[in-house]
C-alpha cells in the first residue's frame, strides 16, 4: 500500500506542511475499489475511513447499479458542528450532497488522531450509478473539514432516484448542542446553565422542526432586579424577548458563583426551525445581566412560529431599599425609612402597591408634619401625614423612650406597566418617614 504525507488541518484552512508526492491508498471493499489520498481507523470499531479531500472510486463494471456507504465529517472531539459537502459527477449530472454533523454525533475516534479528531455523522447516501459509468471521483468542496466513506458497497441492477441519490438516517440524530461564552452549575439541580453574553445552539439535524429552552437572568443575590433581552437568529429571522426578575425569582444560586449570582425567570421559548437551518444563535444585547439558557431540546411539535412564555412572579411581595430599617417594641412590626429609598416590584405588568406610612415621633414633639414624594414610572404624587405625640403606637426597640412610630396610614399607589420599582423620599418632612406591611397587587 502507497502512502502520502498529508496535513489533517487542510480542510481548515490552517495547513502546516504542504502535501508531497503523488501516491494514493487504494483499497477493495464491498465490490468497488477506491483510491484515496487516506485512509483512517476506527479507534473503537476499526472500520476504515476513505477520503479527506476526495478520490476515485472504480466499480465492478458499467453496466449501472447502486453505491451505497456511510457518510462522515472529520470532527473535532471539543468542536459544536459545521456541514461539508460530497461533490460528484455521474453520467453527466453534478450531484451535490450536504452532510452536517455535530460533536454529539461522534461514533469514535480515529486511531491516528487519538483524542484530537473522529468520524461524526448519521447518513447513509445510496448513489444511482447509470449505465456506461466504470468509475467517478468525488471529492469536498465547500467543505469545512475533510469527509470520509465507509461501509461501502455496491449493488447490481439500476433504480431511479430522484437527483440521483438519496439520503438515509443510519441512527438517531442526538440531542442539541450549546456553544456559549460561558457553562454554570446550578448549585440544587445540577442544571447547566449556557450563555453570559450569548452563544449557537447546534441543532442534530437540518430536517426542520421545533426548538424549545428556558430563558433566565443572571439576578444578583439581595435587593437587585434585571430587565435583560434575549435575540434570537433563526436564518434572516430575528425576535427579541424581554424577560424582568428580581431576586424573588431566583431559583438556586450557581455554584460558580455562591451567595452572589443565580438563574432567575425561566421563560419557556419554542421557536419552529424551517427545513435547511442547522443553527440558531442568541445574545443578550440590551440587557442589565447575562442571559443564561437551559433544557434544550428539538423535536417535532405544534403548528407554531414562535412562542414566549414569560414566567411572572405573582407574589404580593416586594424588595425593600431604604436608609434604615427600625422594630416596634411592642409589636415586632418592621418600619424601613427615614430619609427614603426603593420598593422593587415582583414584575413589571402594572398594579397596586399598598403600604402603612409613619411618622418618626419623639415624645417631646406635640406635632409632626411629614410628607413623602412617590415616583413610579412618569407618575408622581405627595402624601402628607401629620400626628401627635398622643398617637405614637409604640417605641423603636432602637430608641426605646425617645422616638416610636405614629399614623399608620394606609397608602395605595397605582403602578403603570412597565414599572420596575417605585421611588419614595422623605423630603420636606419634619422628622423621618416610615413604612410598614408592604402588598402588591398586580394586573
Not at 508531497?20 to 468497488?32: A, C, D, K, L, P
Not at 460530497?86 to 491516528?112: C, D, H, M, P, W
Not at 444511482?128 to 468525488?138: C, E, I, L, Y
Not at 468542496?141 to 469527509?147: E, L, Q, R, Y
Request: with cysteine.
Amino acid at each position: 500500500m502507497k502512502r502520502r504525507i498529508f496535513c489533517f488541518f487542510c480542510a481548515l484552512g490552517m495547513c502546516l506542511f504542504a502535501f508531497t508526492g503523488t501516491s494514493y491508498s487504494v483499497e477493495s471493499e464491498g465490490g468497488v475499489t477506491i483510491s484515496v489520498g487516506r485512509v483512517l481507523h476506527g479507534v473503537t470499531t476499526g472500520t476504515r475511513y476513505y477520503g479527506y479531500t476526495g478520490g476515485t472510486i472504480t466499480l465492478p463494471h458499467s453496466r449501472g447499479g447502486m453505491l451505497s456507504f456511510s457518510l462522515w465529517n472529520d470532527m473535532q472531539v471539543n468542536g459544536y458542528g459545521h456541514t461539508n459537502y460530497f461533490n460528484a459527477t455521474l453520467g453527466g449530472s453534478n450531484i451535490k450532497i450536504a452532510n452536517y454533523a455535530t460533536r454529539n454525533q461522534l461514533v469514535e475516534e480515529y486511531s491516528e488522531f487519538r483524542n484530537q479528531w473522529g468520524a461524526a455523522g448519521i447518513a447513509k447516501v445510496v448513489l444511482a450509478v447509470p449505465s456506461g459509468v466504470s468509475s467517478f471521483t468525488f471529492n469536498h468542496s465547500g467543505s469545512i473539514t475533510g469527509i470520509e466513506m465507509s461501509h461501502l458497497q455496491f449493488i447490481e441492477g439500476y433504480r431511479f432516484l430522484p437527483g440521483g441519490y438519496e439520503v438515509q438516517a443510519m441512527r438517531p440524530a442526538g440531542r442539541p448542542m450549546v456553544q456559549a461564552s460561558r457553562v454554570l452549575n446550578g448549585s440544587k439541580s445540577n442544571r447547566k446553565y449556557y450563555g453570559y453574553t450569548g452563544g449557537s445552539i447546534f441543532l442534530p439535524h437540518t430536517r426542520g422542526g421545533f426548538l424549545t429552552f428556558k430563558v433566565w437572568n443572571d439576578q444578583h443575590v439581595g435587593f437587585a432586579s434585571a430587565l435583560n433581552k434575549i435575540n434570537m437568529s433563526v436564518a434572516s429571522r430575528k425576535d427579541t424577548f424581554i424577560q424582568y426578575t428580581s431576586a424573588l425569582d431566583l431559583v438556586e444560586e450557581y455554584r460558580e458563583f455562591s451567595n452572589q449570582w443565580g438563574p432567575a425567570g425561566g421563560a419557556d421559548i419554542t421557536v419552529q426551525v424551517p427545513e435547511g437551518v442547522p443553527i440558531v444563535k442568541f445574545s443578550n444585547s440590551g440587557s442589565q445581566t447575562g442571559v443564561e439558557i437551559s433544557d434544550v431540546e428539538f423535536t417535532r411539535g405544534a403548528p407554531i412560529i414562535i412562542r414566549f412564555d414569560e414566567k411572572v412572579n405573582r407574589t404580593t411581595r416586594v424588595l425593600n431599599n431604604f436608609a434604615r430599617t427600625l422594630h416596634g417594641a411592642n409589636s415586632g412590626r418592621t418600619f424601613y425609612g427615614y430619609t427614603g429609598g426603593t420598593i422593587l416590584l415582583p414584575h413589571n405588568k402594572g398594579g397596586v402597591l399598598s403600604f402603612l406610612l409613619w411618622n418618626d415621633q419623639n415624645v417631646n414633639t406635640d406635632i409632626t408634619n411629614n410628607r413623602i414624594n412617590i415616583t413610579a414610572g412618569t407618575r408622581k404624587e405627595t402624601v402628607t401625614l401629620t400626628t401627635r405625640k398622643g398617637e405614637r403606637q409604640e417605641f423603636y426597640k432602637e430608641f426605646v423612650n425617645q422616638w416610636g412610630p405614629a399614623g399608620g396610614r394606609e397608602v395605595r399607589v397605582s403602578v403603570p406597566s412597565g414599572v420596575t420599582s417605585v421611588s419614595i423620599s422623605g423630603g420636606g418632612s419634619q422628622t423621618g418617614i416610615e413604612l410598614s406591611d408592604f402588598s402588591f397587587t398586580g394586573n
